[in-house]
């Protein structure tokens, strides 16, 4: 089980419709697949979700060649400074650069001992997973996209009709406030008693959430993600509402501290793999603080956090997807297919899912033309998050 090579590919995996939220908009993820073949010839899959690392993967490969993917604790030494802050690196990016290789080496020793990821961490307690449904303004692309509040019910409507759609989750903070409650509330009317959370990503200052808040309680919100930035501001607003609130940042002694947020959503590159995914959920566990997985990766990294979902009973609620938004993927069979409300797990050793080489060039070819996380339209992304 040895590493005989690790490659790396950067892709972007392109929207139905660029959406739109309150950092601009974005008409194509920008991902880096990993490929780690072992000596046997056995090829494991994995991802880093921060754009184009290729270059940081084959050079942190480069230190594990001739290494057991079984040996992850001694592969993370080799490579991911042992402390929180280095004058003399990046520790947050080896951590992510790293997780997206652990990520494979999983993905290797289960194809190798033909077993999945969920056997290899205790076995799977469940075969569907339920994800959330996504929604938000997005401008005309293959789709022609959602751009007033009737529309967006309409589409969201129109998931639950071709889909059975269970649990819906969509964008504020990109338009005027009073136009985002309208949307909210026939968001609401077309959907019925279904689920409904939202998303701000932080833009909001305190008072312009709690007002916010405030406008959107009598249509039941179940979650409320990141009304403002940081967990601080967080807990000033839990005075004036008792919807939860959940965050994409990591900082769990404090969650605890604060009382919130009460849950914390993140993909598993963050915490630097897979095993120390596992090791935070049980922590979040232990100290009563949910945790989902967010949206955004291909087929590979999602497989990834379908099975770890699968494995671990704490992670409870739907966890994020935007498997419906998508128009291409890296693997075979395209986006994991998502009805009903939930994806099935993925069968198979390993991950349980298989890399489309002609899927991948093409991907990467679309990086090469678009560049990193291209928004749909003249000017590039981003350059629009502000507090409001």
Not at 2 to 25: E, K, L
Not at 157 to 168: D, K, P, V
Not at 255 to 277: K, Q, S
């Amino acid at each position: 089980m040895n590493i005989r090579q690790i490659r790396a590919t950067p892709v972007n995996i392109t929207f139905r419709a660029p959406y739109r939220f309150s950092y601009g908009a974005i008409a194509s993820l920008t991902k880096t697949v990993i490929e780690v073949e072992t000596e046997d010839g056995v090829i494991g899959l994995g991802e880093c979700a921060d754009g184009d690392r290729a270059a940081d993967v084959v050079a942190m490969g480069a230190k594990l060649i001739g290494h057991d993917v079984r040996e992850i604790g001694t592969a993370e030494a080799k490579t991911v400074p042992g402390m929180r802050y280095t004058p003399w690196g990046n520790v947050l990016a080896a951590r992510r650069v790293f997780g997206g290789i652990e990520m494979a080496m999983w993905d290797a020793r289960g194809k190798t001992e033909g077993v999945s990821l969920a056997t290899l961490l205790g076995g799977a307690r469940r075969d569907r997973i339920e994800l959330t449904e996504y929604f938000s303004y997005r401008w005309p692309g293959i789709d022609p996209g959602e751009c007033s509040p009737t529309e967006v019910a309409r589409y969201c409507a129109s998931m639950i009709e071709r889909h059975g759609s269970t649990r819906f989750e969509g964008k504020m903070g990109t338009v005027d406030l009073a136009e985002e409650v309208h949307m909210v509330a026939e968001v609401r009317a077309a959907i019925g008693d279904r689920p409904l959370q939202l998303d701000a990503n932080g833009v909001w200052t305190v008072p312009t959430a709690r007002e916010a808040l405030r406008r959107v309680a009598p249509f039941d919100i179940s979650w409320f993600e990141e009304p403002c930035e940081t967990y601080e501001e967080m807990a000033r607003l839990r005075r004036f509402s008792d919807i939860p609130f959940s965050a994409h940042s990591i900082d769990l002694p404090k969650a605890h501290a604060l009382g919130c947020p009460e849950a914390i959503v993140t993909n598993i590159n963050e915490h630097g793999g897979i095993a120390r995914t596992v090791a935070f959920i049980r922590a979040c566990e232990m100290f009563g603080v949910g945790f989902r997985f967010h949206s955004g990766e291909t087929g590979i990294a999602s497989a990834a956090y379908l099975h770890l979902t699968a494995a671990l009973d704490h992670v409870r609620d739907p966890s994020q997807t935007l498997f419906h938004w998508y128009a291409d993927d890296v693997i075979e069979g395209g986006p994991h297919r998502h009805d009903g409300g939930f994806v099935a797990l993925p069968h198979g050793p390993g991950l349980g899912v298989t890399l489309d080489r002609a899927a991948l060039a093409r991907c990467h070819q679309r990086y090469l033309d678009e560049g990193p996380f291209p928004d749909g339209r003249k000017g590039g992304y981003g350059g629009q998050f502000r507090k409001r």
